[in-house]
């Protein structure tokens, strides 16, 4: 059975992130490493963010992008993505999902919340935004598989942007992921 | 921007030289290794309106990282990426179909990608 890993869109393009959150040059070595090693496929699933807030934009909780204008453009790549997703299930391909954890869209896990947060941008030093969840995007796209009555892909996240981020444990949780 | 680990290089790349065949030039582990990102263009097999949908979104991508000046390029062909980007007012990047890592080397190293 052939493996497809439908990626979030920075873990092969750093240069989408925010201001600040790039870890390398350009992709994320780690994840294409063992997708290759897997032997899996890649698809890389659009930025939410980088069309609708912008490559300068501030660094957000998801609350602060968290309405009805977001959420529609958010499912507007849902829509594409999930009948992507439901070609190679009909295929018979193995399907999974690689987010990124602490992020407002794309978390799996982890997403960040502050409900208080909003005006000119101030940010309490050593104040932490990540809270349990999924991001906008990871809801929407779960929401559009589940009308087309598809499973949600086994899926996890990305880590490098925890405080508490582990190469070696990301690195086996992904080979884990992919079935090795 | 106050500056991170991006290099501000951006390449549109065809699905067939991203998940290449066995044996095939695979110009994602290039581009990774000349610290370029990467725009994966939507995979030719897929349904219509989907490639459709992915495309518009390449476009629109493109047209945020040209205005603030990355540098692009686009890597293999595709048609239909011309018309997208011009429906976002994106000039059309510097394009190359290597026929082997060391002519993509060389065309990521000019100045012409």
């Known amino acids: ?180 | 921007m106050k500056g991170d680990e991006r290099g501000f290089r951006v390449a549109l790349v065809t699905d067939e030289l991203l998940n290449p065949p066995p044996g095939g030039l695979d110009a994602l582990a290039v581009l990774e290794e000349e610290d370029w990102g990467v725009i994966q263009l939507p995979a030719s097999d897929h349904p219509e309106e989907v490639v459709s949908a992915l495309l518009d979104q390449v476009a629109e991508q493109t047209e945020e990282f040209a205005r603030h000046g990355y540098r692009l390029a686009i890597v293999g062909r595709y048609d239909g990426l011309a018309d997208a980007l011009a429906r976002h007012e994106v000039a059309p990047p510097p394009q190359f179909d290597p026929a082997s890592v060391e002519d993509l080397r060389s065309f990521l190293s000019t100045g012409d990608g």
């Open chain 1, 1 to 180: 059975m052939a493996g497809v890993a439908f990626v979030a869109h920075c873990l092969l393009n750093q240069n989408a992130k925010v201001d600040g959150g790039a870890r390398t040059a350009g992709v994320y070595s780690p994840l294409v490493e063992e997708l290759r090693a897997h032997g899996w496929r890649i698809e890389q699933m659009p930025c939410p963010e980088l069309a609708f807030t912008g490559l300068h934009r501030f660094w957000a909780v998801k609350e602060q992008l968290d309405t009805t204008a977001f959420r529609r453009h958010c499912r507007r790549i849902a829509q594409a993505v999930a009948s992507a997703i439901e070609a190679h299930t009909e295929r018979g391909d193995d399907v999974v999902l690689v987010g990124l954890e602490g992020s407002p869209t794309m978390g799996v896990c982890v997403t960040s919340s502050d409900g208080e947060l909003g005006g000119r941008p101030a940010w309490p030093e050593g104040s932490s935004e990540l809270a349990p969840g999924r991001g906008i995007y990871i809801e929407e796209l779960a929401a559009e598989l589940a009308e087309r009555g598809l499973p949600m892909p086994r899926a996890m996240g990305i880590s490098h942007q925890l405080p508490d981020h582990d190469p070696a444990a990301e690195r086996a949780a992904l080979a884990e992921l992919l079935g090795a």
